[in-house]
């Protein structure tokens, strides 16, 4: 099958470099469409300005129900609790066997709810999971599909230039359970990193625990790497604790109490309010612009 014209629902982080590299790798047309076009200081609405130079390839349109009539594939990429929301927004105006690309980072059982909608809309629905983070691999990242019509899409993604798709199962949830998981590791390291470093900051103990932390994983760069870690959530911290919500879902639906992923998604929230903590280069510079950011709303609060 040929794939004519791709629908994008969500223009974020990922719906924006998506279209950069599939214009690239296709000559698609595309129509784009994200909830947040009309907030004119949203990042989508930025995006959609940087991307004015495809001229005619890309069309923005204004509502979720125009982008799906002319579309051959949707591919969803919007933060984890629209998901279901946001697909059922353009299935009114479906056309029989669109393929609905479902990138989201959910638990299994919010995919199996989206496949459901969209199957009951005759649409030809794909679970996928995104393995890594967008950058720097970007249209070539480590994507997971799975489903019933997961093999039948696979050829097409490939084609398409998602180079790092493969085949996980045909059972609706796989692909789903296997990014929860890691998600428990990964932005789990993230929120231990931030609290335990921003903690030894207050006690100015942070490089004896660096010292330590090399001796029991040992690697050339902790101080960096731990810089990595902190500021992903400082970046992303809103879309990972709406991500790590849908893992204590997971974890939940497998029998075990989410405690972990819970707290995780707590301070996932809590972190990204010191965004501006990213202008610096320097762990130590970053964790000391949050603790002083820390201060000053203890200081607003005894002054209430």
């Known amino acids: 099958m040929t794939i004519t014209t791709i629908g994008l629902l969500g223009f974020g982080e990922v719906g924006s470099r998506l279209l950069q590299d599939l214009a690239n790798t296709t000559q698609a047309q595309f129509i784009v469409w994200d909830k947040q076009f009309p907030l004119g200081d949203s990042k ?14 890309a069309r923005f349109v204004n ?10 594939l949707i591919i969803s990429a919007v933060t984890a609790e629209q998901d279901l929301a946001a697909a059922s927004s353009v299935l009114d105006t479906l056309k029989p066997a669109t393929w609905f690309l479902d990138l989201n980072s959910v638990s299994p059982g919010t995919k199996r709810a989206v496949s459901a909608a969209v199957t009951e809309a005759e649409g030809r629905y794909v679970e996928a999971a995104v393995m890594s983070p967008i950058e720097p691999l970007r249209i070539a990242a480590p994507i997971l599909v799975a489903g019933p019509e997961a093999e039948a899409f ?17 059972e609706l949830g796989k692909a789903a359970a296997t990014k929860m998981c890691r998600s428990v590791i990964i932005k789990g390291m993230e929120s231990l990193v931030t609290e335990s470093l921003l903690t030894a900051s207050y006690y ?3 490089d004896a625990v660096i ?8 690697r050339p760069d902790w101080p960096e790497h731990a810089r ?3 500021s992903r959530s400082l970046e992303h911290g809103v879309r ?3 991500e790590m919500r849908e893992v204590a879902k997971t974890v939940s639906e497998s029998g075990i109490e989410p405690l972990m992923s819970d707290a995780c998604s707590k301070r996932q929230d809590w972190t990204a309010q010191f965004v501006s903590a990213l202008e610096h280069e320097e762990l130590q510079q970053m964790l000391a ?4 950011k820390l201060g000053e709303q203890a200081n607003e609060e005894n002054n209430v």
């Open 240 to 242: 990972r604790a709406e």
């Open 154 to 170: 696979l050829t097409i993604g490939q084609t398409l230039g998602f180079s790092g798709m493969k085949f996980c199962s045909t």
């Open 204 to 206: 100015d103990v942070q």
């Open 63 to 72: 509502s979720s129900a125009e982008l799906a009539p002319d579309c051959d």
């Open 228 to 230: 990595y870690l902190i």
């Open 289 to 292: 612009a949050i603790r002083a």
């Open 44 to 57: 989508p609405a930025a995006n959609r300005n940087s991307a004015e130079s495809l001229g005619a390839r």
């Open 211 to 218: 010292t330590s932390l090399n001796n029991l994983f040992p």
